[in-house]
């Protein structure tokens, strides 16, 4: 019924950026909070920044500075902007909103399917 894709991930060295997309699609009425979660291997997902439908950001300690979650509603897209990145950045990153689908009254929460990001010299 609705659909959360990213796309950006890559390999970058230390220091460099990176820029991740979500796009949302299906049926949508409206799209309330949109975040950004990474999961690396043998820890546990973890919230990276989260935008709510008020464009209030928040950030976990470990990007603050260097990330920065931003929203297109227009085009029911999420970034995450990712600068001066380091090893222990090196994740899967996951989408996530809060969906209202057309018809529904229900907001489900979805995720994407993750895209990869690895920082390493």
């Known amino acids: 019924q609705v659909q959360l894709v990213e796309s950006g991930g890559g390999l970058v060295q230390p220091g460099e950026s990176l820029r991740l997309s979500c796009a949302a699609s299906g049926r949508i009425f409206r799209i309330y909070a949109m975040a950004w979660y990474r999961q690396a291997p043998g820890k546990q997902r973890e919230l990276v920044a989260l935008i709510n439908s008020g464009d209030r950001e928040n950030y976990a300690d470990s990007v603050k500075g260097r990330f920065t979650i931003s929203r297109d509603n227009a085009k029911n897209t999420v970034y995450l902007q990712m600068n001066g990145l380091k090893p222990e950045d090196t994740a899967v990153y996951y989408c996530?909103?809060?969906?209202?689908?057309?018809?529904?009254?229900?907001?489900?929460?979805?995720w994407g399917q993750g895209t990869l990001v690895t920082v390493s010299s």
């Open positions: 996530n909103a809060d969906i209202q689908p057309l018809g529904v009254t229900n907001v489900l929460n979805a």
